[in-house]
């Protein structure tokens, strides 16, 4: 493995370049996993032919939520690898169920066959993306260096929502040049062909980046090496705060990305390409909302930021979900989805630097990963699949409540927490 290491002298122009090649896999990794959710209103007829558009939405949220059942798996074996042999070996980690999906016939050609190596394709893509999170996590908090911790490590979540606007962005150049009946045929394949080819120059650019001071410090000094029992033995509190801030910030997350573009269509009453376009305008200044959130986190503190994210989450909600779901505007359901992400930002942007710091530079990728992975599985994986539950029984606005409380739970959480920016566990500059 090359031995070079992002020191204390790094200037800014190499911390940037470190930066681009912890982040260019979580970008591939994302796109693929959110083309999924972006081209779902229109191949869920391909693999689930049987019922109305909502029954067959629930069939395709459940196989969405079957994905994140397996990033509790990679979260493990990854967290695990790369707290042994370094965050470079364990980014460096692609996935072929993008491109099964695409190849893969539909239920009218090869029946039963096809939702069943559908939900194997996205068990594929869990397993890639659950160890994905905490390595990226882990290693651009590692190399961001103290002064602004947040700001270089919020580009974590400006590739991750980068990765569902591009995959957005495809879809709306597609409906553009392609007819309905054309992207209800083979259209919507060409997305996930995309992401296939996308995952070639991200690892490129991984192979050639350099591991970080933090781990290379720590295996010189002989520090032990990490393992679940170790993790959950002595930073057991860690732990239980990453599942407390992940349940309600991954719910709420995939609540506003994920599955608005289907609450849009199916709540609000807008076309699936009105649906697409505002997710995809809002998603824009959610992304570029990041660096700033992240900036301000090194200026007044992380527990400030979450407070923010999760009270205000909380306490906006229910007036912002039922305002989208009355709106007749485009731009009315633009300003009231971006408002809702603008508050999250105070969280998305600090998600993997908080976790980071919480833990020792032997057990944190493990520990960054494998608690976010299972309530992120719980709770994030399952949002779109319960809001649809919700809807499908008649009672829609239990799910902005559902939402509600998780959020305050969060609250509570960050209440109890230390500022991770003045207690960080990550040493070194």
């Not at 042994?84 to 460096?92: E, M, N, S, T, Y």
């Not at 695409?102 to 160890?131: D, E, F, K, N, S």
Request: hydrophobic share 50%; with cysteine.
């Amino acid at each position: 493995m090359n031995s070079r290491q992002i020191d204390p002298s790094t200037p800014t122009v190499a911390r940037a370049r470190a930066i681009l090649a912890g982040s260019s896999g979580n970008f591939v990794e994302w796109y693929d996993w959110y083309t999924y959710a972006a081209t779902a209103l229109y191949f869920a007829p391909v693999f689930f032919p049987k019922g109305d558009q909502a029954a067959q939405l629930l069939q395709t949220a459940a196989v969405f939520a079957v994905g994140f059942f397996a990033r509790p798996v990679g979260a493990w074996l990854m967290g695990l690898y790369s707290d042994h042999f370094g965050r470079k070996r364990a980014l460096i980690v692609m996935c072929a169920g993008t491109l099964v999906i695409a190849l893969t016939p539909g239920a009218a050609t090869i029946g039963i066959a096809a939702p069943i190596i559908l939900v194997l394709a996205r068990l594929m893509q869990g397993l890639a993306l659950g160890g994905e999170y905490g390595a990226s996590a882990t290693y651009m908090s590692e190399v961001a260096g103290k002064s602004y911790r947040g700001f270089w490590s919020s580009f974590q979540y400006v590739t991750l929502i980068g990765g569902q606007l591009a995959a957005l962005a495809v879809l709306i150049v597609l409906q553009q040049i392609l007819s309905p009946e054309a992207m209800d045929s083979y259209g919507w394949r060409i997305p996930f062909v995309v992401g296939a080819a996308l995952a070639i120059g991200a690892y490129t650019v991984r192979s050639r980046m350099e591991e970080s001071q933090s781990f290379t410090k720590a295996r010189a000094e002989g520090a032990p090496k990490g393992s679940t029992r170790l993790l959950f033995k002595q930073h057991p509190r860690q732990a239980i705060t990453i599942l407390g801030l992940t349940a309600g910030g991954s719910m709420i997350f995939y609540v506003y990305t994920t599955y608005m573009q289907k609450f849009l269509t199916i709540s609000a009453g807008f076309t699936r390409v009105q649906a697409t376009e505002i997710s995809a305008a809002s998603l824009g200044v959610f992304m570029l909302a990041q660096p700033l959130f992240g900036w301000l986190s090194d200026k007044v503190g992380r527990k400030q930021m979450l407070l923010l994210a999760f009270g205000g989450g909380a306490l906006a909600t229910w007036p912002i979900m039922n305002g989208i779901a009355e709106a007749t505007a485009a731009m009315t359901a633009f300003l009231l989805i971006t408002s809702a992400m603008l508050i999250q930002s105070a969280y998305t942007s600090i998600s993997a630097v908080v976790k980071a710091e919480l833990f020792p530079t032997n057990v944190r990728t493990l520990g960054v990963a494998l608690p976010y992975a299972l309530a992120n599985a719980a709770f994030g994986g399952t949002a779109e699949y319960v809001a649809l539950w919700f809807k499908s029984r008649g009672m829609e606005q239990g799910f902005f409540i559902y939402a509600s409380v998780l959020l305050a739970l969060g609250f509570i959480v960050a209440l109890t927490m230390p500022d991770t920016r003045r207690y960080s566990r990550i040493m070194e500059d």
